[in-house]
């Protein structure tokens, strides 16, 4: 990313030039012509958006979801037009270099904070052939080298799917930073013509929090441990969430847990001040985790909870 220095994008003077989020990605064919077929009929919410049980790929994401072969995670489903695809590539008769008559749009949906078991998909139309439309129409029209024309459309399309995961990871076209349009090079820029190449470091945050607070915490593979993290101050935790450190509680500092947790099953809890567990249950993801410990003069509290390992 880079370090803008723009007070529309951001007043802060840290900046942060990798997230240090990796995605696996796990291509997946499925030849099937309604699924395919992105032309709904005008029908553009129900057509484009997953938000809703609504969305015509709502049982093929079903289907995926339930097949304990395919790995969980953001479910990005590429659909072309059948009209524009006939035309365009088969039968070769709307070949007009100047325009593309095929869809522009994509859509996702933001995570979900209450349903840590609901999906999360983007959905990319007409790619491919956009893609087929610059190398055999616009490029040769324009006497553009397709090598180069080429590295310009995957960097289109990259920005694009970027700003579509942007929304999947919890961030917005505006924020506490900017308005809509204000930050031009922000990933969230809603201009398809942005650099889209900036994140501010509290939406970098923003995102980190939603793999612990979300239903993208299911998408984490499940041995991802991250180290230790030292409570140094009285702190209440009264979040649904994910952690994926373990914890030590110093001696003049006292954490209260009022809500379930999901630990790493390398995580672990030492007390050496006070912990407080009240109406939660602690859990682990994958293998047993491996527990709390009271050390020297710490003190442990458990009421209405349930810790298992």
């Given at each position: 990313?880079?370090?803008v220095?723009?007070d529309?994008?951001?007043?802060?003077?840290d900046?942060?030039?990798?997230t240090?989020i990796?995605?696996?990605?796990?291509?997946?064919?499925?030849r099937?012509?309604y699924?395919?077929?992105?032309?709904?009929?005008?029908?553009?919410?129900?057509?484009?958006?997953?938000?809703?049980?609504?969305?015509?790929?709502?049982?093929?994401?079903?289907?995926?979801v339930n097949?304990?072969?395919?790995?969980?995670g953001?479910?990005i489903?590429?659909?072309?037009?059948?009209?524009?695809y006939?035309h365009?590539i088969?039968?070769?008769?709307?070949q007009?270099?100047?325009?593309?008559?095929?869809?522009?749009?994509?859509c996702?949906?933001?995570?979900?904070?209450?349903?840590?078991?609901?999906?999360?998909?983007?959905?990319?139309?007409?790619?491919?052939?956009?893609?087929?439309?610059?190398?055999?129409?616009?490029?040769?029209?324009?006497?553009v080298?397709w090598?180069?024309?080429?590295?310009?459309?995957?960097?289109?399309?990259?920005?694009?799917?970027?700003?579509?995961i942007?929304?999947?990871?919890s961030l917005?076209?505006?924020?506490?930073f900017?308005?809509?349009n204000?930050?031009?090079?922000?990933?969230?820029?809603?201009a398809?013509?942005s650099?889209r190449?900036?994140?501010?470091?509290p939406?970098?945050?923003?995102i980190?929090a939603?793999?612990s607070?979300s239903?993208?915490?299911?998408?984490?593979?499940?041995?991802?441990?991250?180290?230790?993290?030292t409570?140094?101050?009285?702190?209440?935790?009264?979040?649904?969430?994910?952690?994926?450190?373990s914890?030590?509680?110093?001696n003049t500092?006292?954490?209260t847990?009022?809500e379930?947790?999901?630990?790493?099953?390398?995580?672990?809890?030492?007390?050496y001040?006070?912990?407080?567990?009240?109406?939660?249950?602690l859990?682990?993801?994958?293998?047993k985790?491996k527990?709390i410990?009271?050390?020297?003069?710490?003190?442990?509290?458990?009421?209405?909870?349930?810790?298992?390992?």
């Amino acid at each position: 990313m880079v370090n803008v220095n723009n007070d529309s994008c951001y007043t802060g003077d840290d900046f942060i030039p990798d997230t240090r989020i990796r995605f696996i990605a796990n291509k997946i064919y499925i030849r099937n012509n309604y699924w395919w077929n992105n032309n709904c009929k005008g029908e553009y919410v129900n057509g484009v958006c997953p938000t809703t049980s609504l969305w015509r790929l709502y049982d093929l994401d079903q289907q995926i979801v339930n097949n304990p072969s395919i790995p969980r995670g953001i479910n990005i489903y590429f659909t072309e037009d059948s009209f524009n695809y006939r035309h365009l590539i088969d039968l070769q008769d709307l070949q007009d270099p100047a325009i593309f008559y095929g869809n522009s749009a994509a859509c996702s949906q933001l995570p979900s904070y209450t349903d840590y078991n609901r999906t999360s998909k983007v959905h990319e139309l007409d790619i491919y052939s956009k893609y087929w439309w610059f190398q055999n129409l616009y490029a040769p029209a324009n006497g553009v080298p397709w090598d180069r024309q080429r590295k310009a459309y995957a960097n289109l399309i990259g920005r694009g799917l970027a700003h579509e995961i942007g929304h999947s990871l919890s961030l917005e076209h505006v924020c506490n930073f900017y308005g809509s349009n204000e930050c031009r090079v922000a990933v969230m820029s809603p201009a398809g013509s942005s650099p889209r190449n900036y994140i501010p470091p509290p939406e970098i945050g923003k995102i980190y929090a939603c793999f612990s607070l979300s239903n993208l915490r299911s998408f984490i593979p499940d041995n991802t441990f991250l180290g230790v993290k030292t409570i140094t101050t009285n702190y209440d935790m009264p979040y649904n969430m994910r952690l994926y450190h373990s914890l030590n509680i110093a001696n003049t500092a006292s954490l209260t847990i009022s809500e379930d947790i999901v630990m790493s099953s390398e995580g672990q809890i030492e007390v050496y001040g006070k912990l407080i567990i009240n109406d939660a249950n602690l859990t682990s993801i994958g293998e047993k985790w491996k527990g709390i410990t009271v050390k020297n003069n710490g003190y442990l509290e458990i009421t209405s909870s349930n810790i298992s390992k």
